[in-house]
């Protein structure tokens, strides 16, 4: 399973280097180039599942950072939204939970319904989001969130 989380650490960081654009607060998406940095403080994006896709790839926020994630589930079938660092999701790898409680970072959605969560993120590095439903990830529901 190591080599497994390695493999993934390093394909979300790949994906980081190559940022295309992200959905911001405004709804409007950044350009390919210098990704913008939120924060730092409190910002919101918004983030859509259509197709078992996350709408962003990937975020660049500054430290002292709190983002609230606000996920709308336009798919028929159930998602989930975890964000954090390499141990939240090992744990979230090795089993499933039906539904995650009031916890900064974890939000289940239902089909057609939408969540958020609140993530502080204090100190630079690179943070991953997924959904860890059976063959989701693999399928491609993750993304990065570099604290720059």
């Known amino acids: 399973m190591k080599a497994w989380w390695k493999i993934s650490v390093a394909a979300?960081?790949?994906a980081a280097t190559v940022l295309v654009g992200y959905a911001l607060t405004d709804g409007g998406v950044a350009g390919a180039g210098t990704p913008r940095v939120l924060g730092p403080g409190l910002v919101t994006v918004n983030v859509?599942?259509?197709y078992s896709r996350f709408s962003i790839d990937d975020l660049h926020v500054h430290p002292g950072t709190t983002v609230r994630f606000?996920?709308?589930n336009r798919d028929p079938i159930h998602h989930e939204f975890i964000?954090?660092?390499p141990s939240?999701?090992?744990r979230h790898v090795r089993g499933h939970e039906s539904a995650h409680p009031p916890v900064p970072g974890e939000v289940s959605v239902d089909p057609e319904?939408?969540?958020e969560t609140f993530y502080?993120?204090?100190?630079p590095g690179l943070f991953l989001f997924a959904c860890h439903l059976p063959g989701h990830f693999a399928y491609g529901m993750h993304g990065s969130v570099v604290v720059d």
Do not use: S, Y
Request: aromatic residues 4%; charged residues 20%.
């Open 88 to 90: 939240v999701h090992a």
């Open 12 to 14: 979300c960081v790949g």
């Open 83 to 85: 964000v954090g660092p």
């Open 113 to 115: 319904d939408t969540g």
């Open 48 to 50: 859509g599942i259509a």
């Open 70 to 72: 606000v996920i709308t």
């Open 120 to 123: 502080r993120f204090d100190r």
